[in-house]
Nanobody, 115 residues
Framework: QVQLVESGGGLAQPGGSLRLSCAAS????????MSWYRQAPGKQRELVAT???????NYVDSVKGRFSISRDNAKTTVYLQMNSLKPDDTAVYYCNAKYDSNSYWGQGTQVTVSS
């Protein structure tokens, strides 16, 4: 059974940092494209960052230069390092694993940026 378990969310001050983790099980992790999405209250879920099986990355413009996605295939874990956080980054962050027609989601972790 596939499980994606996010952790690392919480409360951060503007300008602060958080590191999210997503531990995957039940999939051949190394072949999956891994992504982080977020959904703020009253807004649609948006793609934040993606890392391909080969390691190439893409980011939404609003987080470029501030967020960094990485993966550790040995630990079957994907990370999202978030620096210079802004109140607009407040959302529930979701991990997604996708390969071919298979797509799996984690349960989400809340990130709140507030002073």
């Amino acid at each position: 059974q596939v499980q994606l378990v996010e952790s690392g969310g919480g409360l951060a001050q503007p300008g602060g940092s958080l590191r999210l983790s997503c531990a995957a099980s039940g999939i051949t992790f190394r072949i999956y494209r891994m992504s982080w999405y977020r959904q703020a209250p009253g807004k649609q879920r948006e793609l934040v960052a993606t890392i391909a099986s080969g390691g190439s990355t893409n980011y939404v413009d609003s987080v470029k230069g501030r967020f960094s996605i990485s993966r550790d295939n040995a630990k079957t874990t994907v990370y999202l390092q978030m620096n210079s956080l802004k109140p607009d980054d407040t959302a529930v962050y979701y991990c997604n694993a996708k390969y071919d027609s298979n797509s799996y989601w984690g349960q989400g972790t809340q990130v709140t940026v507030s002073s």
